[in-house]
T-cell receptor, first 114, second 108 residues
Framework: NAGVTQTPKFQVLKTGQSMTLQCAQDMNHNSMYWYRQDPGMGLRLIYYSASEGTTDKGEVPNGYNVSRLNKREFSLRLESAAPSQTSVYFC?????????????FGPGTRLTVL | RKEVEQDPGPFNVPEGATVAFNCTYSNSASQSFFWYRQDCRKEPKLLMSVYSSGNEDGRFTAQLNRASQYISLLIRDSKLSDSATYLCVVRRASKIIFGSGTRLSIRP
């Protein structure tokens, strides 16, 4: 049981390049989340997915797209990276909508856009 | 206005002191409330859930005031290991929003 895994751990992009951040969980959780955290700031919700096949915008969705193709995986895509997207990206999951339990977080992806 | 607001700190207190953090949320439909702890460059970890009746876990006490839309965290007898950023978290259905965090530094 690996919990929530994220790849890659580190990435450097040039402005305008595209990439996909991968997230997977093996806990059979329904809801999954993508956050970004800028230096000295809290986590800001980019997108979330309450269940397989559904996605919703969070606080800061602009410049990102997401895909929840199955229950395990929730990917975050940057189509044309910008320096303002330099951040640490965390993926998280929770068991189900009714549960007040904790979110399980991945270790984060540190992205730098030059 | 941000949906979840916290005093960013930093709070710098001596070991053994009592320290309190506050958090306000703007959406009255919010359902669940939590405090998370985050160490530098690591993922956040749940510290405790927050209930209307108040709850305590060792040196940590959390309170929720739904009428005022206000959450608090009290840390008694603070330890050096309590130095971290404390994040207030609010959940409404599947949407989970974090505050920007309060930095706490405990000095010997």
């Amino acid at each position: 049981n690996a919990g929530v895994t994220q790849t890659p751990k580190f990435q450097v992009l040039k402005t305008g390049q595209s990439m996909t951040l991968q997230c997977a969980q093996d806990m059979n959780h329904n809801s999954m989340y993508w956050y970004r955290q800028d230096p000295g700031m809290g986590l800001r919700l980019i997108y979330y997915s309450a269940s397989e096949g559904t996605t919703d915008k969070g606080e800061v969705p602009n410049g990102y797209n997401v895909s929840r193709l199955n229950k395990r995986e929730f990917s975050l895509r940057l189509e044309s990276a910008a320096p303002s997207q330099t951040s640490v990206y965390f993926c998280a999951s929770i068991p189900d909508r009714a549960s007040p339990d904790t979110q399980y977080f991945g270790p984060g992806t540190r992205l730098t856009v030059l | 206005r941000k949906e979840v607001e916290q005093d960013p700190g930093p709070f710098n207190v001596p070991e053994g002191a009592t320290v309190a953090f506050n958090c306000t949320y703007s959406n009255s439909a919010s359902q669940s409330f939590f405090w998370y702890r985050q160490d530098c460059r690591k993922e956040p970890k749940l510290l405790m859930s927050v209930y209307s009746s108040g709850n305590e876990d060792g040196r940590f006490t959390a309170q929720l005031n739904r009428a005022s839309q206000y959450i608090s965290l009290l840390i008694r007898d603070s330890k050096l290991s309590d130095s971290a950023t404390y994040l207030c978290v609010v959940r409404r259905a599947s949407k989970i929003i974090f505050g920007s965090g309060t930095r706490l530094s405990i000095r010997p």
